[in-house]
């Protein structure tokens, strides 16, 4: 079974620039999660969908940030324009059920997204 | 709000020895907690959770962890370190009651261990 899978890895862009980055769910699991970890402090919930509805997106920084989920499967963070401080890694995560809250998410390789 | 403090940077511990990795966290009720492990190059890979029942849970590697109520700690244990135990490690803690605190995971700052010869 394939497990959570982000691209790109790794994105340089400039300041002012845009970045899409894209997450791929492990498959049949409702719940997809983004997170962000900054210049080696914790990681800090961004915002989650389930199925294409967002349930939560009190982490998102600003309106620079801009998260999609079409039909309830892949997802996309669309960065625009970038700043600076948005250099960090971008971790996605998916789970089952929401209900069964105790589930444990299961996480991406993460993209590393620097700002130059 | 909930909250997860793991109070050291890194921790150092020679192969073979036992090794701790801290952890407090703070949440209205009960929580679910998580450790979760990140190698170099590689993404958060589960290790071990604490839902309810016994406070000593096990998981992956080897690994367990003790959860306390009273101290509000889940450190992370394991009798024997290996070099290949060496990684970045994360404390994590959820909110167990539907309508409160949403489904996210709060994560601490992470432990680096280095587990050397």
């Known amino acids: 079974e394939a497990g959570v899978t982000q691209f790109p890895s790794h994105s340089v862009i400039e300041k002012g620039q845009t970045v899409t980055l894209r997450c791929d769910p492990i498959s049949g699991h409702d719940n997809l999660y983004w997170y962000r970890r900054v210049m080696g402090k914790e990681i800090k919930f961004l915002l989650h969908f389930v199925k294409e509805s967002k349930q939560d997106e009190s982490g998102m920084p600003n309106n620079r940030f801009l998260a999609e989920r079409t039909g309830g499967t892949y997802s996309t963070l669309k960065v625009q324009p970038a700043e600076l401080e948005d250099s960090g890694v971008y971790f996605c995560?998916?789970?089952?059920?929401?209900?069964?809250?105790?589930?444990?998410?299961?996480f991406g390789q993460g993209t590393r997204l620097t700002v130059v | 709000a909930q909250s997860v403090a793991q109070p050291e940077d890194q921790v150092n511990v020679a192969e073979g020895n036992p090794l701790t990795v801290k952890c407090t966290y703070s949440?209205?009720?009960?929580?679910?907690l998580f450790w979760y492990v990140q190698y170099p190059n590689r993404g958060l890979q589960f290790l071990l959770k604490y839902i309810t029942g016994d406070n000593l849970v096990k998981g992956s590697y080897g690994f367990e962890a003790e959860f306390n109520k009273s101290q509000t700690s889940f450190h992370l244990k394991k009798p024997s370190a290996l070099v290949s135990d060496s990684a970045l490690y994360f404390c994590?803690?959820?909110?167990?009651?539907?309508?409160?605190?949403?489904?996210?995971?709060?994560f601490g700052t992470g432990t680096q261990l280095k587990v050397e010869l």
């Open positions: 994590a803690v959820r909110h167990n009651i539907l309508t409160g605190g949403g489904n996210k995971l709060t």
């Open positions: 995560a998916s789970s089952q059920d929401r209900r069964l809250r105790g589930t444990e998410a299961f």
């Open positions: 949440v209205s009720g009960n929580p679910y």
